[in-house]
């Protein structure tokens, strides 16, 4: 379903012209980049949530979300901050037609945004996995999905590329929203172990 969401928005991205989808072909590296370092909190999560809730210890199991969403949180900050100081650098260093350049520097502040609408959905995807709940994470990507079918073609026809980059935002953000709607049921299964 998030192959959908992507293979989707190079085909939307597409009819907006070649140097709009070649810059948001470059735009794409910042959330490639986003997804290494969140994943990687995400990992931990997994793994020291399967622990707490493997041995059924609720506080480590809640001190365990805190503690990577925290040092999740203050990555997100970070790589914000990265995105708006060096954003215009990085995309020179990637791409070489100044056209494309100029293109994706419009979208720049939806890289800015993007730690912080993706942190949620890889926290809890960590969490989700390490306390074996895949399919409440199967049936949240597909309320995902379909926010993301809903919020693309009502935006683009209004905002363009602008409106594919908020659908892509908003795609997270349901994502990491309808998660974290669902984890008392994690936290109430393991009450009852």
């Not at 984890?183 to 009852?192: P, Q, V, W």
Request: a positive charge; aromatic letters at 12%.
């Amino acid at each position: 379903m998030l192959e959908a969401i992507f293979v989707s928005f190079t085909f939307i991205g597409a009819r907006f012209g070649n140097e709009e989808l070649a810059a948001n072909h470059v735009l794409l590296q910042f959330l490639i980049i986003t997804s290494f370092l969140l994943n990687g909190f995400a990992y931990a999560v997994e793994a020291l949530v399967g622990q707490a809730f493997g041995s059924k210890n609720l506080k480590a199991f809640r001190k365990s979300v805190l503690m990577c969403g925290q040092w999740g949180g203050g990555a997100s900050v970070i790589l914000a901050l990265i995105f708006a100081i060096a954003g215009q650098m990085i995309v020179v260093a990637i791409i070489k037609s100044l056209e494309v350049q100029i293109k994706a520097m419009r979208y720049l502040p939806y890289m800015v945004c993007l730690p912080f609408a993706c942190l949620a959905a890889f926290m809890f995807d960590g969490i989700y996995i390490g306390a074996t709940r895949t399919a409440v994470m199967r049936d949240m990507m597909a309320v995902s999905l379909v926010i993301y079918m809903i919020a693309a073609p009502v935006l683009t026809p209004f905002f363009h590329n602008h409106g594919l980059w908020m659908a892509l935002l908003i795609s997270f953000i349901a994502r990491g929203g309808t998660l974290a709607f669902r984890y008392r049921e994690i936290e109430a299964s393991l009450k009852k172990l």
